[in-house]
Structure formats: structure tokens, C-alpha cells
């Protein structure tokens, strides 16, 4: 189950990091309904950059996923989620895919949770299985 929901995660990541930075302005106008000039295209391209490359870092191998890229994903996930909820409600912001892509991190942050803490658990010295 942690290996699809870090496959999914890091697919969207990586999808959405090579949409701002090839077409920046358009990720901005659907998720928060406002136009991206000057310093802010560059600053969304940076965030692709990271994006894409957090994907890449984070995508399991034939071996499945590491602790950190789980952790990762799980902590972005969730803090982008409260974030974009927080831009809804408090932000003014209204674009047509803010609340969606609130709901999806969110759901993306909060359903690895207990994978991530087990495999967390599991990593300590000393540990033999989960409990």
C-alpha cells in the first residue's frame, strides 16, 4: 500500500513540477485564479525544479520505498493540504482547483501516515518487526 500511494504522490508531484515550470502562468490561473508576472514565474519555475525532483527522489525502486522518501512525501503532502485550504478560506484565493488539490494532499498526507510511522518504528536499532 506504501509503495502505490508513494508512486501516486510522486507521479503528481512530478506531473505538476514539469507543468510549472513549462507553463507556470496556467498551473497559477487554475489552482489560485490569478496571473503570475515577473519575479513570480520564476519563482513557480524554481518550484517545479523542486517538485520534479522530489518525485524523482521519492519514487520507489524494485526494491519498494525508502523511510525518507515516505516521510517526505507525507510531510509535503500534508502541509501543502492545510496550506492551499488555508489560501480557500483565509487567502481570498478561488481558482477552480484550489479545494481539489487541498483535498487530494490532504488525503495524500493523512493516508501514509501509519505506514510511514510503522516503517519509522521498524527502522530503530533494536527492532525486529512491527508491533
Do not use: K
Not at 4 to 33: C, F, H, N, Q
Amino acid at each position: 500500500m506504501t509503495r502505490i500511494l508513494t508512486r501516486v504522490s510522486a507521479a503528481i508531484e512530478g506531473s505538476t513540477g514539469v507543468a510549472l515550470i513549462a507553463v507556470p502562468d496556467v498551473v497559477a490561473r487554475l489552482l489560485l485564479g490569478c496571473a503570475l508576472f515577473g519575479s513570480g514565474l520564476a519563482v513557480a519555475r524554481v518550484a517545479g525544479f523542486a517538485l520534479f525532483s522530489l518525485a524523482i527522489a521519492c519514487w520507489p525502486d524494485g526494491y519498494g520505498t525508502t523511510v525518507q522518501g515516505t516521510r517526505a512525501l507525507f510531510l509535503y503532502n500534508l502541509l501543502v493540504g492545510i496550506f492551499l485550504g488555508y489560501l480557500r478560506v483565509r487567502g481570498g484565493f478561488i481558482g477552480y482547483l484550489l479545494w481539489p488539490a487541498s483535498a487530494l494532499h490532504l488525503m495524500l498526507g493523512i493516508l501514509p501516515a501509519r505506514p510511514a510511522y510503522e516503517s519509522a518504528s521498524f527502522a530503530r536499532p533494536g527492532r525486529t518487526g512491527p508491533h
